[in-house]
């Protein structure tokens, strides 16, 4: 079921059998009630995997002290993130929430970047698929920004 579901991931797809077999016996399928902190904004190595949503959404969301959450994006399943704190290992710089009641698949950072190194093939459609992601999300923020700077232009 989840093996069918990984092989529609842009990021698994092109994944050898065994390869799918291996990320499946090192990852975790967790449930998440609705509005439960997933990765928490700070946490050190946001938590340290790499979380592939299998149903449900997840808000992705920036706290703004004095105001509270905003929220950037709200993932769908199929999506994934914890992409950023793999790449550069820094704290997470956001949150993710459950938006609605969701289950992922988390797998350690460890375990990707293991198999990366054992499939030099591999880590380039790998760090391709996270390239992808970062763009759409930077012109998603870029015209978010853009938005705002409008309206406070328009008061």
């Given at each position: 079921m989840i093996q069918e579901f990984l092989r529609n991931v842009p990021l698994f797809q092109d994944l050898a059998d065994d390869d799918l077999a291996h990320v499946l016996m090192v990852g975790l399928v967790k449930r998440h009630p609705e509005g439960a902190v997933i990765v928490a904004e700070g946490s050190l190595g946001g938590g340290g995997q790499l979380h592939v949503i299998?149903?449900?959404?997840?808000?992705?969301?920036?706290?703004?002290?004095?105001?509270?959450?905003?929220?950037?994006?709200?993932?769908?399943?199929?999506?994934?993130?914890?992409?950023?704190?793999?790449?550069?290992?820094?704290?997470?710089?956001?949150?993710?929430?459950?938006?609605?009641?969701?289950?992922?698949?988390?797998?350690?950072?460890?375990?990707?970047?293991?198999?990366?190194?054992?499939?030099?093939?591999?880590?380039?459609?790998?760090?391709?698929?996270?390239?992808?992601?970062?763009?759409?999300?930077?012109?998603?923020?870029?015209q978010r920004m853009a938005s705002l700077l409008a309206i406070s232009r328009a008061f």
């Open positions: 299998h149903q449900g959404k997840v808000r992705i969301g920036k706290l703004i002290p004095g105001f509270g959450e905003e929220a950037l994006v709200i993932l769908q399943p199929g999506d994934f993130f914890g992409e950023l704190e793999f790449l550069d290992g820094a704290p997470a710089a956001t949150q993710a929430v459950a938006h609605t009641g969701c289950e992922i698949l988390s797998i350690p950072h460890g375990e990707i970047l293991t198999l990366m190194q054992s499939r030099p093939d591999l880590s380039a459609k790998f760090l391709w698929a996270f390239s992808r992601m970062l763009a759409f999300r930077l012109r998603e923020s870029s």
